[in-house]
């Protein structure tokens, strides 16, 4: 397993151990301390900078942790060995930032809000970019029991949770955060399509470079000539090796 993923594992199975225990101790100041930890709304007087990045790592109950624990491990393995670990894990954590972003903005546009914890934005950020990047690899659901194309079921699971959101706001009929899903999908969809363009323009400066390289030497033999603008050709040779953990763009 990518180390990346296991530690992400570790950190929210610890938390929310420690959770449990906070409960089954009923210790105010642990209490307390977790407390501060979620995400509250705008305006609640219980915001702190720092709750943008520790909600994530918050769950409330088991199947709240084992749903957003399988699709990390299923599909964050495949990401991160293409990615590598650096460019994963700044995805993972833009995703939920970007999606506990998005979640203050409606909880201040529509009041009430309520607190908000959980992976599910950076899991959904996850699950776009494997949609994207792998858009006919098959996924099997278990309910319903049908095989899916990524690229399909992506798009359903968004306009399933759109709908959601809508609704929840008009009527609310249950406690999940589904425009912070969204705004995991988001920021999600923007990193990796600017991911797309990166490699698009790599490709084509590989190319023109690449197109220069045979030119006719005076004698008319028709032999290599020396590569133009050796340096650059060879930062995007490195740039589209085999290193992935280095700072910049995602990689190939």
Not at 59 to 68: K, M, P
Not at 83 to 109: D, E, P, T, W
Not at 140 to 151: N, Q, S, T
Not at 214 to 242: C, I, L, Q
């Amino acid at each position: 397993m990518p180390p990346v993923v296991f530690y992400l594992l570790a950190i929210n199975v610890v938390m929310w151990l420690v959770v449990q225990l906070a409960i089954f101790t009923k210790n105010p100041l642990m209490n307390a301390v977790l407390d501060s930890l979620m995400l509250f709304p705008i305006g609640s007087g219980y915001l702190r900078p720092w709750q943008i990045v520790t909600y994530m790592f918050m769950h409330g109950g088991f199947w709240h942790l084992l749903l957003n624990m399988w699709p990390l491990w299923m599909f964050g393995r495949t990401l991160e060995y293409e990615l590598g670990s650096k460019r994963f894990l700044l995805y993972y954590m833009v995703c939920g930032i970007g999606a506990g972003l998005v979640q203050l903005l409606v909880n201040y546009l529509v009041p009430p809000g309520a607190a908000t914890l959980g992976a599910s934005g950076a899991v959904f950020g996850i699950l776009l970019a494997f949609g994207m990047l792998h858009p006919n690899d098959r996924i099997g659901l278990i309910f319903p029991p049908v095989m899916l194309k990524a690229k399909w079921f992506v798009m359903i699971y968004g306009a399933i949770e759109l709908f959601a959101g809508i609704g929840n706001s008009i009527n609310r009929f249950d406690n999940v955060a589904h425009f912070a899903h969204l705004g995991g999908m988001l920021f999600g969809f923007l990193l990796v399509l600017e991911k797309k363009q990166q490699d698009i323009s790599l490709l084509l400066n590989r190319v023109w470079h690449e197109g220069n390289y045979h030119t006719t030497t005076p004698n008319g033999a028709g032999e290599k000539a020396p590569r133009a603008s050796t340096e650059v050709t060879d930062r995007s040779d490195a740039m589209t090796g085999a290193t992935t953990d280095e700072a910049g763009d995602f990689p190939r």
